[in-house]
């Protein structure tokens, strides 16, 4: 499965009508690909609207890509936003597509959207241990789907996770109270200068 992430900043106050626009534009006649989230920002950089849509295969991704960077108003919100920024991704292989929330049981409300720089060659090895520790880790915050970038500066990754509260989800504070197990860690490759 392929996916794209589309962020938007927007101007305070119009997160309302650009949800409202993203859903028409992305349920139109003439777009491909489905509309499987929309999120808002409250903590790292505000008044940003995340938009993902997955697809069956990389020429539809790219197509719809098309049609976007040659819209009018891309998402219905070209009066709106302040800076578009589009990026392409392919699943992990033997994570399930992105489903609905009634199907998954995923609900949130909360989703945390993780980014990671991989180091040069450590795809494959980073997509085997994901395969290795999800599993464990699925009770704690579940995985909604994650994903290796097609395009940008570098090699990345990008998972999106579902919590049931903004505390509630977080299992690291947890984890450091003494008589608590640790969270399983889900390891990755990280480029030369990222945090662990």
Known sequence: MYYELATMTLPFGTAGSAATNVQAYATDTQAQGELLGCWFTDIGVLNQMIV?????????????????????????????????????????????????????????????????????????????????YVP??????????AMVALDGPAAGQVDIQGHFSPNGGRVRPGSVIPGQEMEPRIPHLLSIGDPP
């Open 52 to 132: 993902l849509r997955g697809f069956a295969d990389l020429a539809t991704l790219q197509a719809e890509r098309e049609r976007t960077q040659k819209s009018a108003s891309p998402f219905g919100c070209g009066e709106i936003f302040q800076t578009l920024e589009q990026h392409s991704y392919k699943g992990f292989p033997w994570m399930k597509p992105v489903l609905p929330s009634s199907e998954t049981g995923i609900t949130g409300p909360v989703y945390e959207i993780r980014t990671y720089g991989i180091k040069t060659g450590g795809v494959q090895a980073t997509i085997d241990l994901w395969e290795q």
């Open 136 to 145: 464990a880790r699925a009770a704690l915050s579940p995985c909604t789907v």
